[in-house]
């Protein structure tokens, strides 16, 4: 079975600071990969996915990610953190093509502080 | 990509008393919704799946009596919590899976609902 781990409930960091959102995935067949951002009260964002490429790929707001295969993890990084950046991520993992259910970690509250 | 609408934005109800959520597709044909409940400072759990013109499949667990879920057109999509319950009090969020709307691997969400039953 598909499972997503954010073994990081919340991570803090100074504004201008490089921030890093941890996540690590277990599927049986090829990953489709995905971060999510949350603000209260508000649906989920789309911010970036990784389907088959690059392992670096890069999405909204300057945020990126780093697919490793053999460590099974898909980190959510941004070099300089913004106040504004402040919010709920959730990682989450689709397998592949033929699934359409997307499963989701338990979500990471990233916190900058000015 | 696709709009997903989801309306109301918040809703405050007395107990016993029922709620309807609504979820659109506003730029793309939905044969399949999906309906989600997130508790405070968790994930977000997957209720149901509704299909248009079908019955909604069930996550285990859910109470299939206690919401209700109606998927009438390609573009609509309505969640009723029924007699609803402060233990109801949650933020529900629809989605539309991948596959639809103009990209084939991502979900795209609604804004979500916030319900308070008092």
């Known amino acids: 079975a598909q499972s997503v781990a954010q073994p990081e409930d919340q991570v803090n960091v100074a504004e201008g600071n490089p921030l890093t959102v941890k996540c690590t995935y277990s599927?049986?067949?090829?990953?489709?990969l995905f971060w999510y951002v949350q603000y209260p009260n508000r649906g989920l964002q789309f911010l970036l996915k990784?389907?088959?490429?690059?392992?670096l790929v890069k999405g909204s707001y300057g945020f990126e990610a780093e697919f490793n295969k053999s460590q099974t993890s898909f980190h959510l990084k941004k070099p300089s953190a913004l106040v504004s950046d402040s919010a709920l991520y959730f990682c989450?993992?689709?397998?592949?093509?033929?699934?359409?259910?997307?499963?989701f970690g338990s979500g990471t509250r990233l916190s900058i502080r000015p | 990509g696709a709009v997903v609408s989801q309306h109301p934005s918040w809703v405050i109800c007395k107990s016993g008393t029922s709620v309807k959520i609504e979820c659109r597709s506003l730029?793309?044909?939905?044969?399949?919704m999906f309906w989600y409940r997130q508790f405070p400072k968790q994930s977000l759990m997957l209720m149901a799946t509704?299909?248009?013109?079908?019955?909604?499949?069930?996550e285990q667990g859910v109470e299939k009596d206690k919401f209700l879920i109606n998927h009438a057109s390609l573009t609509l999509s309505t969640l009723t919590v029924t007699s609803a319950h402060p233990e109801d009090s949650s933020f529900y969020i629809c989605?539309?899976?991948?596959?639809?709307?103009?990209?084939?691997?991502?979900?795209?969400f609604g804004q979500g609902t916030r319900l308070t039953v008092v």
């Open positions: 989450a993992v689709r397998e592949g093509s033929s699934a359409s259910k997307i499963i």
């Open positions: 599927v049986s067949g090829n990953p489709y």
């Open positions: 989605s539309a899976p991948p596959g639809q709307g103009a990209s084939g691997t991502e979900a795209f």
């Open positions: 509704s299909n248009e013109g079908s019955k909604a499949t069930y």
């Open positions: 730029d793309f044909q939905a044969t399949t």
């Open positions: 990784y389907i088959t490429g690059d392992n």
